[in-house]
């Protein structure tokens, strides 16, 4: 069975950083594409970033420029280095792993004061 588990968020003020973690376990194939998303209460799940198996990585407009994945493939694990937070990226963060089909995390609050 498959399991994925977040780590790394918390309360941190405007402007300052914070880095999520997501590792997986129960596999011993391949993972392929990593994928970070984030719910905010009453929108849509949003894609924020996603990283293939070879390291070719795709942003959402909104953290573009602010956020950075990054995997490494020996740990199963995909990174998420969030700077410049804003309030507005108070959320729900989860990351998938596709293997076979895509696996969810728990999802990591993070919450961003002005």
């Known amino acids: 069975q498959v399991q994925l588990v977040e780590s790394g968020g918390g309360p941190v003020q405007a402007g300052g950083s914070l880095r999520l973690s997501c590792t997986a376990s129960?596999?011993?194939?391949?993972?392929?594409?990593m994928c970070w998303y984030r719910q905010i209460p009453g929108k849509q799940r949003e894609l924020l970033a996603s990283?293939?198996?070879?390291?070719?990585?795709n942003y959402a407009d909104s953290v573009k420029g602010r956020f950075t994945i990054s995997r490494d493939n020996d740990k199963n694990t995909t990174y998420l280095q969030m700077n410049r937070l804003e309030p507005e990226d108070t959320g729900v963060y989860y990351c998938?792993?596709?293997?076979?089909?895509?696996?969810w995390g728990q999802g990591t609050q993070v919450t961003v004061s002005s």
């Open positions: 998938t792993a596709f293997i076979g089909r895509h696996y």
């Open positions: 129960g596999s011993a194939v391949r993972i392929g594409v």
């Open positions: 990283i293939s198996s070879g390291g070719s990585t």
